[in-house]
């Protein structure tokens, strides 16, 4: 079975659309296939595939690849031009550098810094004095673009050693486990992203040829790295979407994975996370993935994620989304 992708909450999806007028919302989401009613639900979320059509269609009609994010537009082909002035580059540390430096030419948002720190390596966001303030979505996006990029050129997924926001903790950071794959901390004094100073020498391995898929896939291939062999919470969510309609106990996951249910739980714990969230979440999410992918009735969908009858799925499915079943299936 291929990896259950997580969906988006809907806070990351208004976030893109805050730059756009209300007719042009309602018509990017239904092209996006998102019903309109949903974006009003703080609870509610969207596939993998439904956001990133929505990312595409907006980023063509506001001509701005992180769409109302920054101070500035960036205008369609920054990506491109961004990774092609980085593909010579002979290692990592030196496309980092540059990447710091072309957005230091475009925005005046922030600084990108990278560096070596003994053991670990660095890509840190500093805010400009007296600069544009940059949202808290602009500087997970950020993050996440240099990160996805970086992990692109060397071509393996880059482990994170410390993942570190300037910001209280969201009402949602869970969903932050989702988008990078290392341990997410709030409230910290800066924003950066920390990992095995090792990579910085690694040498770029991505060809001109090869940007095209990439860019062609923007944004899975820098926002949804999936990274589900490298975290524990990650490994128990495939394991019970590989089981469902049946319903592992926690003794049986951890018997499975080979730990003891002590040393599961407090990995888990230690990425933000318990084992009755990732349950819920397998079957809230491959409910979502169903309900917006195929005609499956939603009698036949509950069976399939454990619910012995519609009714307990309907309540746990408004629970979960703040929605019912049916208002995922509108698409106007």
């Not at 974006?39 to 595939?49: I, K, S």
């Amino acid at each position: 079975m291929n990896p259950l992708s997580a969906t988006v909450p809907i806070s990351v999806v208004n976030g893109f659309l805050s730059g756009a007028d209300r007719r042009a919302i309602a018509r990017l989401a239904e092209r996006s296939g998102i019903p309109h009613e949903l974006l009003r639900e703080p609870a509610a979320r969207v596939t993998q595939e439904q956001f990133s059509t929505l990312y595409r269609l907006l980023a063509m009609e506001l001509d701005d690849e992180m769409p109302g994010i920054f101070s500035r537009p960036l205008r369609n082909g920054t990506l491109k031009y961004l990774c092609l002035s980085l593909l010579d580059a002979s290692k990592l540390e030196i496309a980092l550098h540059r990447f710091g430096q072309f957005f230091h030419l475009i925005l005046d948002d922030f600084r990108l810094q990278s560096q070596r720190d003994g053991a670990l390596g660095y890509v840190e966001m500093i805010a400009i004095p007296d600069g544009p303030k940059v949202s808290k979505l602009g500087r997970v996006l950020m993050l996440k673009l240099v990160h996805g990029v970086a992990s692109w050129l060397v071509g393996q997924k880059i482990p994170l050693a410390e993942v570190d926001f300037d910001f209280a903790r969201p009402p949602q950071a869970g969903d932050h486990a989702d988008l990078f794959p290392g341990p997410v901390r709030f409230g910290c004094e800066t924003t950066r992203i920390r990992f095995d100073a090792a990579y910085l020498d690694m040498p770029i391995r991505q060809r001109k040829p090869d940007l095209k898929k990439f860019l062609a896939r923007a944004p899975e291939d820098w926002i949804f790295v999936s990274f589900a062999e490298q975290m524990t919470s990650h490994r128990v969510r495939q394991y019970m979407a590989e089981r469902l309609p049946g319903t592992p106990t926690v003794d049986a996951v951890a018997q499975d994975l080979h730990h003891s249910v002590r040393t599961l739980c407090r990995r888990l714990a230690a990425e933000g996370t318990t084992f009755q969230a990732i349950k819920d979440e397998v079957r809230r999410d491959i409910a979502i993935q169903r309900l917006t992918r195929s005609g499956d009735a939603i009698a036949e969908i509950a069976y399939d994620v454990g619910f012995d009858n519609p009714t307990a799925f309907h309540r746990a499915f408004r629970h979960w989304t703040g929605s019912t079943p049916n208002a995922y299936r509108k698409t106007t």
